[in-house]
């Protein structure tokens, strides 16, 4: 089981990686650092991997971490964002699923752009 330790500003928080390609290609790259995007309830942040899709997914869970093939980029979602409808969870475009928070994901509300994230293997 692989897991990762994520800093957004001064909150920290421990996923875990599922056994897939995207997940196989983040953890090779780790460690990130880059400055958070903020969109609804979604923090996302350009990554030097570029993938294909891989069984992508158009509505996500609290908790999920995507890859957004479109922007090179790792999300991590915890609430709607502006293209919901109701209660979904739903990204810009369809994302490649590679791990999950650990604990509450709702901790990451409040968080704005312009934020620090390092990711790192823990």
Known sequence: MRKVRIRVGTLEATATL?????ADAIWNALPLEAIANTWGDEIYFAIPV????????DVVEPGDLGYWPV??????????TPASVGDEIRPASPVNLFG??????KHFDG??????????RV
């Open 18 to 22: 599922r056994e897939n390609r995207t």
């Open 50 to 57: 570029g993938l294909a899709p891989e069984d992508p997914q």
């Open 71 to 80: 922007g090179k980029a790792f999300c991590i979602f915890w609430g709607p």
């Open 100 to 105: 999950r928070l650990d604990g509450d994901p």
């Open 111 to 120: 968080t704005v752009g312009g934020e620090r994230v390092t990711v790192e």
